[in-house]
């Protein structure tokens, strides 16, 4: 069983910046297709942002240009920098693993609080 952990959240000002780490378990994480999802009070999970297992890189257009998806095969770590952090940026972000043949994988998820 494939195993996803979040770390790194908390409160943050607006205008600030927090990294997101999310540890997978396993000897395939280079094979996955990686991905953070958040949701929000009230909302639906949204898309943040997903990298391919071939290096593309897809970003939300609320986040674009503010937050950056990065990956550590050698050591099966996600990361998501988030700067310049808006109050909507506020929610529980999940870490996401889809594997080659489709079958996802969640993390517990992570709260982010953007507030003063």
């Known amino acids: 069983q494939v195993q996803l952990v979040e770390s790194g959240g908390g409160l943050v000002q607006p205008g600030g910046s927090l990294r997101l780490s999310c540890t997978v378990s396993?000897?395939?994480?280079?094979?996955?297709?990686m991905g953070w999802y958040r949701q929000a009070p009230g909302k639906q999970r949204e898309l943040v942002a997903t990298f391919t297992r071939g290096g593309n890189e897809n970003y939300a257009d609320s986040v674009k240009g503010r937050f950056t998806i990065s990956r550590d095969n050698p050591n099966n770590t996600l990361y998501l920098q988030m700067n310049s952090s808006r109050t909507e940026d506020t929610a529980v972000y999940y870490c996401?693993?889809?594997?080659?043949?489709?079958?996802?994988?969640w993390g517990k998820g992570i709260l982010v609080t953007v507030s003063s």
């Open positions: 396993g000897k395939t994480f280079r094979l996955y297709t």
């Open positions: 996401n693993a889809r594997s080659m043949g489709g079958t996802n994988y």
